[in-house]
């Protein structure tokens, strides 16, 4: 063949075209036939990434659904020390922003050379300031972070959690594992440039949100009240505890001192107890709603039967037991009133030990009332055969047993609801998206009837009426009952009763007939006042006045005269300039509480001079006199006169409140009260 | 030796192809699958980037949603913390000069009908 023949160089170059495409078809064929596995795999570690997702933590609601714990997202710097070149530059740059040593910086850089945390958990502007320094081999990563935006509201309720967001105290760690979540992942595809151009979310999943009984409101009045008493009294702790009397939710708990969960490493581990289930004390006086109770029900007395109560003194296994008062005659219901010592060991020595121990045991005292709280203390109550010859006596008046303020309000709580003993809990239910789910409850026991329960009521008015030992508990415009408590601590130097320090305490609830609300107010070692009627009574007496109002219970009880006047102010045309001109929305940018220093409760502003309420004389009524007149015509005449009358009592109208004369304002309410004649004692009401 | 050449003329002017109707639909089914199969491989590789710029678009939208749930979160706190009883206790008392109202200054109160503000914020949802 002549090779220089076109045709034949056509077979050449054709030839060599042919080998090749053959030998990249061969490599091709290699590759995709051979090497598919291997090259699959390093285009999945190149383009794939797998970032790992932090559990989204719950949210913790009140009642009406106001947020008291939630979790967001903040950056967490960390560090791939293979990357960084000068590790001394990165430190200190990195010192200036964190507040940290350089030092500490470069030992956590040397610690590790495939990661290390730098911080974690930064503020925004630290994070944006790391960021904007662009340093390499530093890098942030999301996390979640917990946060209680009413700060130390509920805090003891609430707990708190660890820098993982593991529950440690409170509700954040009974219900750890159902509000925690699972984590998760997330397989991203990424190009060249790191973009993501797919992804894929697997495995996480979020915590149930928690639905509490506390009610926002009332948990902030409890504490406050608790905060302004422990000022007063200059008390080195105390509890509050308001409960739903039927239900035996519990709408607020409150302790002093307490803490900020936010920043929890700050507080001491005694502000972080929750002392209204952990704490035990001797009850003292308070116990006696049980010897009293108990003996009511085994038809062993009556609220009438006058009981020698010895001048104060009586002695039990050759023990003098002194009573704080010497007692002649009285009747239980005014052994309870005046809350005879002498005259509860009687009833309890009458009762016997073994029916004192079954109905302590009813009472919830001496075991966990089972409420979902964490740490909660079952009590002091010695076994029957443990108990010495004093042992009903000392026992029947509140000594040698060890109670929790839980314990305490629950079985005043079962006196309050007819009897019947209600497991007190914290958690109203889980909420799933939008869907309630309600917790169960274990259904009421019973410890009393009904009848000794009602008489119970009765007898526990007197306690804050004239002659009982806490008066300051009494409520206007509402019908109240308690028990006072006065128990010495326990010397820790010398094991006996301290003579200096008490445990003061109120436990009561409103109104009597249909108690919506039970209230327990404990302070631990009030200095000057010291009795529980005269530092925990007007305690209850605030505060139940304040939550009876903001839950709308309806008043069963006319105000005192003058109360509803004390409050009026004059209308004063610049403040209430101001008030027309402020802005709502101003509201959202005043600063927080840091910077707003609420006036003590006691002081009153110079710029209160605005009314609360105001009333417009312009359009004003004057209230007439409605005395003699009936239901029907008062009715009608207020009606007429546009005023809304609250009809208290029954016969003919006796009294009135405010009086005939005052102008009042169009729509406002008129107290009248009814009678069979205008003497009728104003004290008197009526058991159902 | 005298050569002649002889010319003769072909005029194949009126020669007319014969038509092969066969060849020409063959043709016209090579030229349309060919059309076809290059419309189908532009359309899957249009569809190929369409995907993958609409992944793109995904992700970003995604991050999107993933911040607005994120400053909604934050938003939630910050409302949270601004409804605070006792950041509203102490405006109400340091700024607005209110005091507490004693018992016979309250008074509960129907709401007109159909007054459904107060009911909706109570029970309204939270975003999740």
Known sequence: ?688 | MTEFFTVKRIDNSRVVRAMAPQRLRACVRFVGLSALLAAVVLLYAWQHFQAIQMSYRLEELKSAQAQAVELNQQLRLEAAGLRSPMRIDAIARGQLGLTAPVPGQLAPTQGPAGAVVAQARRDSAPVQ
């Open chain 1, 1 to 688: 063949m002549d090779w220089r023949s076109p045709r034949a160089r056509v077979l050449v170059v054709a030839a060599l075209v042919l080998v090749w495409m053959g030998s990249a078809l061969g490599r091709l064929a290699y590759l995709q036939l051979f090497c598919y596995g291997d090259y699959l795999n390093r285009a999945e570690r190149q383009q794939q990434r797998i970032v790992e997702v932090s559990p989204h933590r719950g949210v913790v609601y009140d009642r009406n659904l106001h947020e008291l714990a939630m979790s967001i997202s903040v950056d967490s710097c960390y560090a791939i020390p293979s990357e960084i070149s000068d590790p001394d530059m990165v430190s200190r740059l990195l010192a200036g922003v964190l507040d940290v040593s350089p030092d500490e910086i470069a030992s956590r850089l040397a610690s590790s050379n495939s990661f290390a945390w730098i911080q974690r958990k930064l503020p925004a502007e630290k994070a944006e300031r790391i960021a904007d320094m662009n340093l390499k081999g530093i890098y942030m990563m999301k996390e979640r972070e917990r946060f209680y935006p009413k700060q130390q509201l509920a805090a003891h309720v609430l707990g708190y959690v660890d820098i993982d967001e593991k529950g440690l105290g409170g509700i954040e760690y009974s219900l750890d594992s159902q509000i925690r979540g699972r984590p998760g992942r997330i397989m991203v595809l990424a190009d060249a440039h790191k973009h993501w151009f797919d992804s894929s979310e697997e495995g996480a999943e979020s915590g149930s949100n928690v639905v509490l009984t506390l009610d926002q409101t009332v948990q902030y009045l409890a504490e406050k009240e608790l905060m302004q008493a422990i000022r007063d009294t200059h008390a080195i702790a105390g509890t509050v505890i308001v409960e739903n009397t039927s239900t035996g939710e519990i709408l607020a708990m409150a302790n002093v001192p307490t803490f900020n969960p936010n920043a929890r490493g700050d507080a001491p581990p005694d502000a972080r107890m929750n002392r209204a289930v952990a704490a035990l004390y001797e009850p003292g006086s308070v116990f006696k709603i049980v010897t009293v109770a108990a003996a009511i029900e085994e038809g062993l007395t009556n609220p009438n039967e006058v009981i020698d109560c010895q001048n104060g003194a009586i002695y039990i296994a050759g023990h003098r037991i002194r009573d704080h008062k010497p007692f002649g005659d009285l009747t239980v219901a005014q052994i309870l009133a005046k809350s005879s010592d002498v005259g509860a060991i009687k009833l309890g020595l009458r009762l016997g030990a073994p029916k004192l121990y079954d109905y302590i045991r009813d009472f919830g005292f001496g075991q966990s009332t089972g409420i979902d709280l964490p740490g909660e203390n079952k009590g002091i109550l010695r076994r029957l055969e443990n108990w010495t010859p004093i042992s009903p006596g000392s026992i029947s008046m509140g000594q040698e047993v060890g109670v929790t303020a839980i314990q305490l309000i629950s079985a005043m709580n079962a006196i309050a609801n007819d009897g019947l003993w209600v497991r007190p809990h914290v958690v109203a239910g889980m909420r799933h998206d939008s869907a309630f789910v309600p917790e169960a409850q274990p259904e009421p026991r019973r410890v009393i009837r009904a009848t000794t329960a009602a008489t119970m009521r009765s007898m526990l008015e007197g306690v804050i009426l004239e002659g009982g030992t806490g008066p300051a508990g009494r409520l206007d415009g509402y019908t109240a009952a308690g028990k006072t408590g006065t128990a010495q601590k326990t010397d820790p130097a010398t094991g006996r009763y301290s003579a200096t320090q008490v445990i003061a305490s109120f436990v009561g609830f409103a109104p009597i007939n249909n108690p919506s609300v039970t209230i327990l107010v404990t302070l631990d070692s009030p200095v000057g006042l010291h009795e529980g009627g005269q530092v925990a009574a007007p305690v209850f007496k605030r505060l139940a006045e304040q939550v009876l109002a903001y839950l709308s219970v309806p008043q069963d009880e006319p105000l005192r005269p003058g109360l509803r006047r004390a409050s009026y102010h004059p209308n004063d045309p610049a403040a209430e300039s101001d008030a027309s001109d402020f802005d709502p929305a101003q509201i959202v940018s005043l600063n927080t509480s840091e910077d707003v220093v609420a006036p003590p409760a006691h002081e009153t502003p110079a710029s209160a001079a605005a009314p609360t309420v105001a009333f417009d004389s312009d359009n004003g009524v004057i209230v007439p006199s409605l005395t003699g007149k009936t239901v029907r015509e008062v009715s009608q005449e207020c009606e007429k006169l546009g005023i809304s009358p609250v009809l208290v009592g029954t016969g003919v109208a006796v009294e009135e409140d405010p009086e005939p004369g005052t102008t009042v304002r169009r729509g406002s309410h008129v107290t009248v009260k009814f009678g069979r004649a205008p003497e009728a004692p104003s004290q008197s009401r009526k058991m159902n």
